[in-house]
């Protein structure tokens, strides 16, 4: 978790990234959190500490990536119904196309998430498709999904910004967080 993030959607956002991703798809731009290891967070405690790093940074915003945040579909509908009230806007990306998810795909838990999201990015990233006009998408074949449509005109100001990096420091590593053209990923 680091806050507060500006290059993952708009405002200061608390971004949260899940471990787990049976997707590999090639070229991934975190295999590390692709395994489903580590031990099991407790939802409400998580939910409390992003709420509380949120007041901390001043942050109204959530960005939940991964991994695979619907690769644990149960998991993500308690933690984002512990949420939702703290924050006015929650994106969500995901591997699994809004379709795959409103047809059951992820489970009942999965449909029940998509009430409580304001913006869904969806779709498996396809490294051949990672153009530097892709903002806040990892490749041209994902879509920004408005399901909360009141937030659409702040993300399509937000967007015209382009692509933004941040680095910072976490637990004694540089992390990187946005959206990498592919030459800067390979
Ligand atoms: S969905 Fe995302 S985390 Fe999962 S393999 Fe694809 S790029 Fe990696």
Redesign the pocket.
Known sequence: MIAPVHSLGPGERVCLWTQG?N???PG????E??PFTGSNADEQMLGEILLRTAEINACSGLTLS???PFAQPEALLRLLEHVRAGFADILV?T?FTLEEIRNGSCGKAGIECLGLIDVLIDG??IDEQNTHGCVLR?SENQTIRYLNPKLAEDYETYLQKGRILETFSHNGSVVITGIQDRRELH
């Open positions: 991703c997707r590999s798809c991934c731009i975190s295999p959190l692709q991964g991994g695979d990306y591997g498996p990233y990892g």
